[in-house]
């Protein structure tokens, strides 16, 4: 029979080992919180519920959180996997948890059609609240407004990610543009016609007459300096 003094210690065991348990799932929920908040800022998270896939090791007790990973396919669902590497002072284990996800995300949707190239901003968008489900991709936030261009045409009532946007480019393929080439103390400038499209500090193609191509660095969004 146990002594009153053992018996209480077994329960204060017990105890810490229940705490140290519930501090893990709180640990790891947080982590998974910060991994959702950092890749969709302006998600509200109503609730988190994470369970453990199978039963936990023997001798457990001495193990501490490590690292948890998350995969970029779970990140754009509301619920899905993890891992979490566990470690001790000798050994390290890695455990499966299960997640679920209840939150909300503000989306741009098409509020008529767009054609492509076309410049994004809030005339052709409305902005709503929709429950956090599944994304094929990562829906645009106001980031995306006015410095961006469709990449093809869009139909009304499509939820915008960000694989349907580009940055509106500095230079388009089939401009005629000022090019300049500089040798010592002479500097030449003539005409170019680009091949090829790009941002300032990009290099691209360019043409001079019918059959001279030259590599040139976008310098403004009508200048070009010929590299080579």
Avoid at 65 to 78: H, M, P, Y
Avoid at 81 to 98: A, G, I, Q
Avoid at 199 to 225: E, P, Q
């Amino acid at each position: 029979m146990l002594s009153l003094q053992r018996y209480i210690l077994l329960i204060m065991i017990a105890f810490t080992s229940l705490q140290a348990k519930s501090h893990d799932i709180l640990s790891i929920q947080t982590a998974i919180q910060n991994k959702f908040l950092e890749y969709y800022p302006n998600l509200t998270i109503k609730h988190l519920d994470i369970k453990p896939l199978g039963r936990t090791p023997k001798n457990f007790d001495h193990y501490q959180v490590e690292k948890i990973t998350i995969s970029q396919a779970s990140l754009k669902r509301n619920h899905g996997t993890l891992s979490v590497l566990y470690s001790s002072p000798t050994k390290k284990k890695k455990r499966f948890f299960k997640f679920e996800l209840d939150a909300t995300l503000p989306v741009y949707i098409s509020s008529r059609y767009i054609k492509k190239n076309h410049p994004i901003d809030e005339n052709y968008l409305t902005l709503e609240e929709m429950h956090f489900k599944n994304f094929s991709s990562k829906p645009i936030d106001a980031h995306y407004l006015y410095d961006y261009e469709s990449k093809r045409s869009i139909k009304e009532g499509k939820i915008l990610t960000v694989h349907d946007l580009r940055r509106i480019l500095d230079m388009k393929r089939g401009e005629l543009v000022d090019a300049t080439i500089y040798d010592g103390n002479v500097i030449l400038t003539f005409k170019v016609k680009t091949i090829e499209e790009g941002n300032i500090g990009d290099i691209i193609k360019v043409k001079r007459g019918h059959y001279k191509k030259l590599k040139a660095k976008i310098t403004s969004k009508t200048t070009v300096d010929i590299v080579e």
